[in-house]
């Protein structure tokens, strides 16, 4: 679901017998476990020997509470539902794009961006969800010749927009790439800080600051 390749940085929370931080390692990323359980940890290490992947796959005996996981541009995880909810406001404060999966468990009232079910599969866990951490754009913007004020519900945007005359918007966030509808016309941007600039479908271009 993350579509990991060899420009990723998978870290794995939690990474029990390795498996995961293995497959990111053979598909070229580089992986790390993070991982409290010491005979976890040495079982991972011997798992990423036997697979010929030491080189991209390395595990640390740490608290994944304690660990600074900003680097990642890919987070997986297995853990609890509390445990998601303690960690959410660490991941939405990652950098926008950043893609986390989880198996099995939410993150309560972040929906998530994609959601897939096993078919066929007798056990409790499959079901898997994908979020991608979404910019920060809540607030009042200077655009063009008006205002815009996002309304941000995690990648949701709700709104209005002001160029003398206000109306609705509604729309949402990939990461950096901004798209919503206002007035009847569809807008789409990138999300760069305070700035924004995009384009719309009258053919025109248009900006935003703050
Ligand atoms: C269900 S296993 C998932 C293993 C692997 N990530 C997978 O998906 O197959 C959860 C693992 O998280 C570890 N864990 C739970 N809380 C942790 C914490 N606070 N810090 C580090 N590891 C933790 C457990 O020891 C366990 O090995």
């Known amino acids: 679901m993350a579509k990991v390749t060899s420009s990723d940085y998978v870290m794995d929370l939690g990474s029990g017998d390795g498996g995961i931080v293995i497959a990111a390692a053979r598909r070229g990323a580089t992986a790390l476990g993070i991982e409290y359980n010491p005979d976890m940890v040495a079982y991972a290490r011997q798992a990423a020997d036997k697979a010929g992947v030491t080189a991209k796959a390395s595990f640390e005996k740490a608290d994944l509470f304690e660990t600074d996981f900003s680097k990642a541009t890919v987070i997986t995880m297995f853990l609890l539902p509390e445990i998601n909810l303690k960690l959410r406001p660490k991941i939405l404060d990652l950098k926008p794009g950043t893609r986390i999966v989880s198996n099995s468990f939410d993150m309560g009232d972040w929906k998530p961006d994609q959601t897939t079910e096993l078919p066929d599969i007798a056990s409790a866990w499959d079901t898997a969800y994908l979020w991608i951490v979404p910019a920060k754009v809540d607030g009042i913007w200077s655009f063009d010749k008006g205002t815009i004020n ?61």
């Open 150 to 210: 996002f309304n941000q519900e995690f990648q949701e945007i709700t709104g209005k927009l002001n160029l003398g005359q206000e109306v609705d918007i509604s729309g949402s966030l990939n990461g950096n790439t901004i798209t919503f509808t206002a007035g009847g016309r569809n807008y789409t941007g990138t999300v760069n800080g305070n700035a924004i600039i995009g384009t719309h479908d009258g053919g025109g271009a248009w900006r935003a600051a703050r």
